[in-house]
């Protein structure tokens, strides 16, 4: 499924980065904070798929928060980037495949639902930022990840076409956007997204638990 791939586009939490946790955590305590009455579940499968600012809009209107879009999102990454750079980890094998992808001449980018400046926070720290070309977020993009807008940017600044290029994502909004791109979708596990495999395996073209399985391909 490599033959004709010329690009890597990667998810970043829950599919290069085990990071959903942090969210999961903040949700909560976010949600205890300001005594809002909503399971957990039920928000993730919400707010999942929209884009960082959309989230911060979702949060004010549907809970009719006092603060404003901004000051919501500035907690937000207050809270994410100190979990984000001390204590999440790379999935497992990330880093071999991302200089596997390197030796190739393969080029790579970022596309995520997080804000830019946590992106950049997060790759740096974790010492693989020199891997990517170009990095791109869905508040750059305007559109959701449901929509192809996000993927076909990084395809433009990559310069690359579409149907060479690979996509790695975790969830199936996510990678119904891929797929309406043209491109070529590989379903990343995550265990805060494996109650949805079944819809997963049906969306993409392949489905992996570990990094390692791409390597063969690279062969």
């Not at 999440?88 to 880093?95: T, Y």
């Not at 804000?115 to 305007?142: R, Y």
Request: glycine share 4%.
């Amino acid at each position: 499924m490599f033959e004709d791939v010329k690009g890597v586009i990667f998810d970043m939490d829950g599919t290069l980065i085990d990071s959903m946790w942090v969210w999961r955590k903040i949700d909560e305590d976010f949600i205890l904070k300001q005594g809002i009455k909503i399971r957990p579940e039920e928000l993730m499968g919400s707010i999942s798929h929209l884009s960082f600012h959309e989230t911060a809009e979702y949060f004010k209107r549907e809970f009719k928060l006092m603060e404003s879009v901004e000051e919501i999102k500035n907690s937000w990454n207050t809270l994410a980037k100190h979990e984000y750079i001390h204590n999440v980890l790379l999935k497992d094998n990330a880093l071999k495949l991302l200089e596997a992808l390197k030796d190739k001449g393969i080029k790579m980018a970022i596309a995520t639902s997080s804000s830019k400046e946590l992106l950049e926070d997060t790759i740096s720290s974790k010492g693989i930022a020199h891997f990517f070309d170009v990095i791109v977020t869905t508040d750059m993009a305007g559109k959701t990840k449901i929509e192809p807008d996000v993927y076909l940017l990084a395809a433009d600044l990559m310069n690359i076409s579409p149907e060479n290029i690979a996509v790695f994502e975790d969830i199936p909004a996510a990678m119904i956007g891929a797929r309406k791109a043209g491109m070529k979708v590989f379903g990343v596990h995550d265990k805060f997204s494996e109650s949805r495999k079944l819809e997963i395996l049906e969306i993409c073209h392949m489905y992996i638990e570990n990094f390692d399985e791409i390597l063969p391909l690279l062969a």
